[in-house]
């Protein structure tokens, strides 16, 4: 599918199958979630600019390269996109992290926001949306036209799981929004959830209901 790249990694679809699993614990789930984002994320920063600066190592002086321009910006969807953040702190400890509180009417499945703050040179900075789940993508459509409103001109989606469906309402809008993902499911159930999916990623992660 064009604008969209599967992770196909073996790593990260034998993660993805242990977090399908209903008695996975809560435990397990998060820990597991946190893996996968770390390793979704070196896919999804393969392309940063490079530059070569000068250093010294123990025997001589070298060009070296080093990632260019300002740090990326990592914009979590609350709740559950949380969860992903860490692991890709982990690998990115230097970004910038914007919050975006969104939450899925389920009489509508319209998004509501309730919080937003994110640097202010969004501009200047590559910005990477984070969640798990794009299902119906009204709330990835929604976060990304918050984030423009802000001023940010470079973006990109890092989810978990995707649904044909999400994924085309999604470049519907915004067609210029690259989408890494662990897998493309089969469809959504009257309920706007992916199926087979693994059900809904904030509860699982959070213990809740």
Not at 133 to 157: F, H, P, Q
Request: glycine share 8%.
């Amino acid at each position: 599918m064009q604008g969209v790249t599967v992770v196909d990694h073996p790593l990260v679809q034998h993660k993805l199958t242990l977090m399908r699993k209903r008695d996975t614990s809560t435990k397990s789930f998060r820990e597991l979630l946190r893996e996968i984002a770390s390793l979704v994320c070196y896919e999804v920063t393969r392309d940063l600019p490079l530059e070569q600066v000068e250093i010294e190592t123990p025997l001589a002086t070298m060009q070296a390269p080093m990632l260019a321009g300002k740090k990326l910006v990592f914009a979590p969807i609350l709740r559950s996109g949380l969860g992903m953040l860490e692991g890709m702190l982990e690998l990115v400890p230097a970004a910038r992290v914007a919050h975006i509180g969104l939450y899925r009417d389920p009489a509508t499945l319209h998004c509501v926001e309730y919080y937003f703050k994110a640097p202010a040179d969004l501009a200047e900075r590559a910005v990477v949306v984070v969640d798990p789940m794009l299902a119906t993508g009204n709330t990835a459509i929604a976060a990304v036209d918050r984030l423009r409103e802000a001023g940010a001109k470079s973006v990109r989606l890092a989810c978990l799981l995707a649904s044909p469906e999400g994924l085309s309402k999604f470049h519907g809008h915004h067609p210029d929004v690259h989408v890494w993902t662990a897998a493309i499911d089969e469809r959504l159930n009257d309920h706007g959830y992916i199926l087979p999916g693994l059900g809904d990623a904030g509860d699982r992660m959070y213990g809740t209901r």
